[in-house]
């Protein structure tokens, strides 16, 4: 598949990173 970068998937590591911590934190 095309349109695919490096950056592309570092962002969605970064976003999937930021969204684990948000709910480990929202958990009591």
Do not use: D, F, R, Y
């Amino acid at each position: 598949p095309g349109g695919v970068g490096p950056m592309t998937i570092a962002c969605l590591l970064l976003n999937t990173l930021q969204a684990a911590k948000a709910s480990l934190q929202n958990t009591p």
